[in-house]
T-cell receptor, first 114, second 114 residues
């Protein structure tokens, strides 16, 4: 069974601060996705990283995939109240026929105060 | 928008009654998934499908069954609902071949078992 440990579980910060969310595993993943979810809605895909060491940027969000493809991080620069939400990492299994199944971390609830 | 709808969006039912949730997609994607979301657990896979009449169990399949008689519909049935099945249920599809596991989610069904 592949597990993803996401930390921190809760994050409460002031507008303008920077933050980093971590996603760690002892397993290798073929790809890793980050999702954002708002109350009452389904998760929305933010980014997919597939190559070890890969860095992707989405405006103020920077995503990194670890060299060994076992971990990932999400860094937000100058957080804004609109960034508030639940952030989820999810890994796709390495090797074999996975049928696109994902393993999700527990999620990080981010609150950005004005 | 991946054209995914779920019905009903909200349901309250009594312990011991059968319940069926429906997921409908409009784009003929091969892979479909049912998850449940509970606080502190992220998203957990219940069942998934890799084609018409091709389904398999996820990590939390006990008490649930699924059927997929058409590409566009994936049904989740709780044969005899229990209070532990109170949760938010999400359906998802995987685009393309599913290799990279990029999933797109429906809006969710909030189920309360009293």
């Amino acid at each position: 069974t592949q597990l993803l440990e996401q930390s921190p579980q809760f994050l409460s910060i002031q507008e303008g601060e920077n933050l980093t969310v971590y996603c760690n595993s002892s397993s290798v993943f073929s790809s890793l996705q980050w999702y954002r979810q708002e109350p009452g809605e389904g998760p929305v895909l933010l980014v997919t990283v597939v190559t070890g060491g890969e860095v992707k940027k989405l405006k103020r969000l920077t995503f990194q995939f670890g060299d060994a493809r076992k971990d990932s991080s999400l860094h937000i620069t100058a957080a804004q109240p609109g960034d508030t939400g639940l952030y989820l990492c999810a890994g796709a299994g390495a090797g074999g026929t996975s049928y696109g199944k994902l393993t999700f971390g527990q999620g990080t609830i981010l609150t950005v105060h004005p | 928008d991946a054209g995914i709808t779920q019905s009903p969006r909200h349901k309250v039912t009594e312990t011991g009654t059968p319940v069926t949730l429906r997921c409908h997609q409009t784009e003929n994607h091969r892979y479909m998934y049912w998850y449940r979301q509970d606080p502190g657990h992220g998203l957990r896979l219940i069942h998934y499908s890799y084609g018409v009449k091709d389904t398999d169990k996820g990590e939390v399949s006990d008490g649930y069954s699924v059927s997929r008689s058409k590409t566009e519909d994936f049904l989740l049935t709780l044969e005899s609902a229990t209070s532990s099945q109170t949760s938010v249920y999400f359906c998802a599809i995987s685009v393309g071949t599913g290799e990279w596991g990029e999933q797109y989610f429906g809006p969710g069904t909030r189920l309360t078992v009293t």
